[in-house]
T-cell receptor, first 114, second 110 residues
Framework: KAGVTQTPRYLIKTRGQQVTLSCSPI?????VSWYQQTPGQGLQFLFE???????NKGNFPGRFSGRQFSNSRSEMNVSTLELGDSALYLC?????????????FGSGTRLTVV | TQLLEQSPQFLSIQEGENLTVYCNSS?????LQWYRQEPGEGPVLLVT?????EVKKLKRLTFQFGDARKDSSLHITAAQPGDTGLYLC??????????FGSGTKLNVKP
């Protein structure tokens, strides 16, 4: 069974640019959640999608957005990048909505904003 | 302020030693999970506990959920270098809010 695939693995962007990250969940998993991980703040919840609908959202500015497609694949977009957006962005999939099913994480996308 | 407090933040021990990592909150969890994360990778789920007082064992790892469902501990017996990593607890509140602790960075020296 293929795991959660995140692309790209590494990304360097300039302040003010926008970026799109991609996540393919485990086959059959319908829920995809996104997290930002930084050394100072740890893992911070961005949002959760289930059946193409955003079900939960964390406390991030509107520059952070996402969507989920009918095949459960998800994308996350960050517009007008700031230096503080540099982080490891992790995608997690689960069979159903809510974390009680247990997350399977991807290896993440390391975003560096210069 | 972290909703979930993990302690210690860092732990460096010799191979063969025992250790315990703690996860505490002032709120009641509906469920709690433990993950291990290695550098450059995403966290990997170790266990989910749901019932107060529950104890689960995974080889040399023992997980305990407090009776009041506000705290949890992870005990590793005879630690090995392969146990090195960041241990994260994650608590679910009200069945739809989920928070990670800041983690315990464990280094097991051969």
């Amino acid at each position: 069974k293929a795991g959660v695939t995140q692309t790209p693995r590494y990304l360097i962007k300039t302040r003010g640019q926008q970026v799109t990250l991609s996540c393919s969940p485990i086959s059959g998993h319908r829920s995809v959640s996104w997290y930002q991980q930084t050394p100072g703040q740890g893992l911070q919840f961005l949002f959760e999608y289930f059946s193409e609908t955003q079900r939960n959202k964390g406390n991030f500015p509107g520059r952070f957005s996402g969507r989920q497609f009918s095949n459960s694949r998800s994308e996350m977009n960050v517009s007008t990048l700031e230096l503080g957006d540099s982080a490891l962005y992790l995608c997690a999939s689960s069979p159903g909505q809510g974390v009680s099913y247990g997350y399977t994480f991807g290896s993440g996308t390391r975003l560096t904003v210069v | 302020t972290q909703l979930l407090e993990q302690s210690p933040q860092f732990l460096s021990i010799q191979e063969g030693e025992n250790l315990t990592v703690y996860c505490n909150s002032s709120s009641v969890f509906s469920s709690l999970q433990w993950y291990r994360q290695e550098p450059g990778e995403g966290p990997v789920l170790l266990v989910t506990v749901v019932t107060g007082g529950e104890v689960k064992k995974l080889k040399r790892l023992t997980f305990q959920f407090g009776d009041a469902r506000k705290d949890s501990s992870l005990h590793i017996t005879a630690a090995q270098p392969g146990d090195t990593g960041l241990y994260l607890c994650a608590g679910q509140y009200n069945f739809n809010k989920f928070y990670f602790g800041s983690g315990t960075k464990l280094n097991v020296k051969p």
